[in-house]
Nanobody
Framework: QVQLVESGGGLVQPGGSLRLSCAAS????????FGWYRQAPGKQRDKVAS???????NYADSVKGRFTISRDIRKNMLFLQMNDLKPEDTAVYSC??????????WGRGTLVNVSS
C-alpha cells in the first residue's frame, strides 16, 4: 500500500507561481509512473504531467513550458512547479503513483485557485 499527501496549493494571482509537493509513504518500490492530475469544477480529471521511474517526462499541451514535474527519490517526494499560472489552471490537483499492472494510488488533492 502507498499513501500520498499533497501540499502547496492556495490562492495565487494570474502570472504567479506555486510549487506542489506530494509526500509518499509505504511500499514505494515497484512504482513505474508518477503523475499529477487536476480536476476543475464540473469537469473530468485530466493528467497534467507525469514522470517515469526512468526519468522521462510528459506534459499536457496546456501546461508545456510553464509546469515542471520532478522527483526527490531519496525523500519519496514528487513535485510540480507551476509558473505563469492562469485562471484556467484553477482545479484540485492530485498526486498519482502507478504500478506495472495498473494498480493506482491517489492522494486527496490540494486546491489551486488562480484569481485576481
Amino acid at each position: 500500500q502507498v499513501q500520498l499527501v499533497e501540499s502547496g496549493g492556495g490562492l495565487v494571482q494570474p502570472g504567479g507561481s506555486l510549487r506542489l509537493s506530494c509526500a509518499a509513504s509505504g511500499r514505494i518500490s515497484g512504482i513505474s509512473v508518477f503523475g499529477w492530475y487536476r480536476q476543475a469544477p464540473g469537469k473530468q480529471r485530466d493528467k497534467v504531467a507525469s514522470i517515469t521511474a526512468g526519468g522521462s517526462t510528459n506534459y499536457a499541451d496546456s501546461v508545456k513550458g510553464r509546469f515542471t514535474i520532478s522527483r526527490d527519490i531519496r525523500k519519496n517526494m514528487l513535485f510540480l512547479q507551476m509558473n505563469d499560472l492562469k485562471p484556467e489552471d484553477t482545479a484540485v490537483y492530485s498526486c498519482n503513483m502507478a504500478r506495472v499492472g495498473g494498480i493506482n494510488y491517489w492522494g486527496r488533492g490540494t486546491l489551486v485557485n488562480v484569481s485576481s
